[in-house]
C-alpha cells in the first residue's frame, strides 16, 4: 500500500496562489509516477498534471498549463502543486495518485482521499 495524504486546499480569491502537498508513507512512493487530478461538482474526474518518478519529466492538462507546477522529493516521500493565477473554473476536488503516469485515471493504483480548492472570483 501507499497511502497518499494531500493537504494545502483552501478557499483563494481569482489570481492568488495554493500549494498542494502530497505525502506518502512508504519508500516505494520513489518507483511511482505521481499525478494530480480533480473533480468539480457534476463533472468527470479529470487529469491536472504528471511527474515521473525520476522527477525529471513532467506533463500539464491544457487548462492549467503555464499556471501550475508539479514537483516532487522523493527523499520526502512528497510531490506538491503549485498553483498560481488561479481561477474560478479550478475550484474542484484535487486528489494525487501514485501510478504508470498515463493521464487516465484508471492507471492510477493508489490515490489520496482529496482536499478542497475553492476560488472565488
Known amino acids: 500500500q501507499v497511502p497518499l495524504v494531500e493537504s494545502g486546499g483552501g478557499l483563494v480569491q481569482a489570481g492568488g496562489s495554493l500549494r498542494l502537498s502530497c505525502a506518502a508513507s512508504?519508500?516505494?512512493?520513489?518507483?511511482?509516477?505521481m499525478g494530480w487530478f480533480r473533480q468539480a461538482p457534476g463533472k468527470e474526474r479529470e487529469f491536472v498534471a504528471v511527474i515521473s518518478w525520476t522527477g525529471r519529466t513532467t506533463y500539464y492538462a491544457e487548462s492549467v498549463k503555464g499556471r501550475f507546477t508539479i514537483s516532487r522529493d522523493n527523499a520526502k516521500t512528497t510531490v506538491y502543486l503549485q498553483m498560481d493565477s488561479l481561477k474560478p473554473e479550478d475550484t474542484a476536488i484535487y486528489y494525487c495518485a501514485a501510478g504508470d503516469g498515463s493521464t487516465w485515471s484508471k492507471r492510477y493504483d493508489y490515490w489520496g482521499q482529496g482536499t478542497q480548492v475553492t476560488v472565488s472570483s
Open positions: 512508504e519508500r516505494t512512493f520513489s518507483n511511482y509516477d
